[in-house]
């Protein structure tokens, strides 16, 4: 398994490393091909000034961004988990909170940017906030389908055994609900970073990756532009992979159930 996971990342980088030597190599005569693929030379060079320490250096805005994603998910995710399992175990209510957490679900995060701006504001605690509210409504939901979905022949095995509501819900429920939770905090994270990024564009910011990006747009600057595109790609990818080796560290029987289920 190890070695196949190996084997696909060596011709992914394979593959990338040939297409930029075709880019790097390649000399278009349209005008909008030269300005739409830059030299890969031309990005990586941006790319490295944004990562250098120092003056006109990208890398205390990446830090910026970063942290508001990540301010943003540990307060959802501490509001969104207990009152998604309170909700899931008190099941008609979820019911009922279900219709409005999915209509609020259901309304793109991008039209809800001006409510957040009158209410929040449009300085770092409003895009903190916008990044909560994204992950609550997320998590909520995954933490009470968790709590409300689990196998009903487990909780009557621990009611025969005597077990008060409490040992119920640390054995059975919390477990059960904890696969879902962490599913519903990586999709969150993917939703919290896509909120942040369109804020930093859209609502006067003078930091943050999405604003460098803005600026870069603006000033035709497409090998920087696509530089800090590849550094939200491979920020985005490093926060799935860390969460997913939080997964599997701190929720083993989750693989466990999936094997057997496959």
Not at 33 to 42: E, I, T, V
Not at 102 to 114: G, K
Not at 213 to 226: C, S
């Amino acid at each position: 398994m190890k070695n196949r996971k190996t084997a696909q990342w060596i011709g992914w980088l394979a593959l990338i490393a040939v297409v930029a030597v075709i880019v790097e190599l390649w000399n278009p005569s349209a005008a909008w091909a030269r300005l739409l693929f830059p030299k890969p030379s031309a990005v990586a060079k941006a790319m490295l000034t944004a990562l250098s320490p120092g003056s006109g250096s990208g890398l205390a805005d990446i830090g910026v961004t970063l942290s508001r994603i990540g301010i943003g998910l540990i307060f959802g995710v501490a509001v969104g988990v207990p009152f998604g399992l309170s909700a899931g175990l008190l099941g008609q209510l979820f019911g009922g909170l279900r219709i409005g957490i999915d209509f609020l679900r259901s309304i793109p995060q991008i039209a809800l940017f001006p409510v957040f701006a009158l209410l929040f504001g449009i300085e770092n605690f409003g895009k903190i906030m916008m990044a909560t509210v994204s992950t609550f409504l997320i998590v909520f939901v995954a933490a009470a389908d968790g709590a409300l979905f689990g196998v009903q022949e487990r909780y009557e095995t621990l009611e025969w055994m005597g077990a008060s509501r409490w040992q119920k819900f640390l054995r059975l429920t919390l477990p059960q609900s904890l696969p879902s939770i962490a599913v519903g905090i990586r999709i969150a994270a993917s939703v919290a970073m896509i909120v942040v990024l369109v804020a930093e564009m859209l609502y006067g910011t003078l930091d943050g990756i999405g604003y460098r990006l803005y600026v870069a747009q603006l000033g035709y600057r497409v090998d920087e532009m696509w530089a800090y595109i590849i550094l939200i790609g491979i920020a985005g990818m490093g926060l799935n992979a860390f969460l997913s080796y939080l997964q599997r560290r701190f929720i083993p029987w989750d693989r466990v159930e999936t094997n057997s289920r496959g």
